[in-house]
């Protein structure tokens, strides 16, 4: 039996300002995504501003796109190792020279 979860979250933000003097200018932002494994979900983000029409934008996400996947999953955001091979050697030179450090002091107490 394959692991099946549904997840939710949701994030907004509205702001109020004024650069006149006038009335203040009020925008406001939310985005709800919603996320079944097993039918996919999707992702509204909407935008309103006074005066102005809502802009809605809604995107799909397909069953393949889930965290985790064991076929075709999209690699391309994973963690990779990113240590320079030069760091790492004087990392260690410097840890020589503090372990030379210590048995001095400790030799000479």
């Keep these: 039996m394959s692991n099946?979860?549904?997840s939710f979250s949701s994030s907004s933000f509205t702001t109020?300002?004024?650069?006149?003097g006038g009335p203040p200018r009020t925008?406001?932002?939310?985005?709800t995504a919603n996320?079944?494994?097993r039918t996919g979900g999707n992702i509204t983000r909407e935008a309103k501003e006074d005066?102005?029409?809502?802009?809605?934008?809604?995107r799909d996400i397909p069953v393949q796109e889930r965290v985790g996947a064991s076929n075709g999953a999209d690699t391309s955001r994973r963690i990779e190792d990113?240590?320079?091979a030069e760091q790492a050697e004087?990392?260690?030179?410097y840890e020589e020279r503090m372990?030379?450090?210590?048995?001095?002091?400790e030799g000479g107490a």
């Design 35 to 37: 996320y079944d494994s």
């Design 51 to 58: 005066g102005q029409p809502t802009l809605t934008e809604t």
């Design 82 to 84: 990113v240590t320079d």
């Design 99 to 105: 372990e030379d450090e210590y048995a001095k002091r």
């Design 90 to 93: 004087r990392d260690q030179q």
């Design 27 to 31: 925008q406001s932002y939310t985005e």
């Design 16 to 20: 109020s300002s004024s650069s006149d």
């Design 4 to 6: 099946q979860y549904t």
